[in-house]
């Protein structure tokens, strides 16, 4: 398995100074651990704009619900990425949140979707989730052994992620195919 780590100059510290360690981990497993956790932060980031564009631009009879629904998301996977970059900075790395990082470090490419029908848009934002919730997944297994306390980070985020998803897929679900 190989997941995706970002360009080296997305981390402002490209190492991590003896005396900032965490105790237990080597340098070159901060380094390591601090790398996958951009990229998860990098796509919080991305997620969290999508999901205030589609807030904007969210139309059709379901628009109140889902426009009041997407800014609890947004504000749920912004407490996901504030604490991702949080133990970036706890392992001792400097954390990049500019928006010419999140653009170069994310995974998915631009949501070109306008305005638009309240299903079409949860079916697209379904999938975006599918995608932060597997590369999270990625993600655990790859810091499983180097960093327990991270992969427990990650776990709980996947966990919350899963929630979200779950709240747009009852949208999309037909009961009358149930």
Known sequence: MTIATPDPGLLFGPHI?????????????????????ETRLM????L???LKHIHWNVVGPNFIAVHEMLD?????????SDDLA??????GAVP???????????????YVMGREDALVHLAALDAAYARVIVDHRQAIRFVADLDPVTEDLLVEHTRKLEALQWLIR????????A
Request: no cysteine; proline share 5%.
């Open 96 to 110: 990049n949140g500019n928006a010419g990082a999140i653009a170069a470090g994310r995974s998915t490419s631009d």
């Open 170 to 177: 009852s949208f999309l679900r037909n009961p009358a195919s």
């Open 48 to 50: 969290q704009l999508v």
């Open 72 to 80: 609890q998301h947004v504000d749920a996977v912004q407490e996901l």
């Open 43 to 46: 796509d919080t980031l991305d």
């Open 17 to 37: 100074e003896p005396d900032e360690l965490v105790p237990g981990m080597s340098a070159a497993d901060s380094v390591a651990v601090a790398r996958i956790l």
């Open 86 to 91: 949080e133990r970036i900075s706890a392992i």
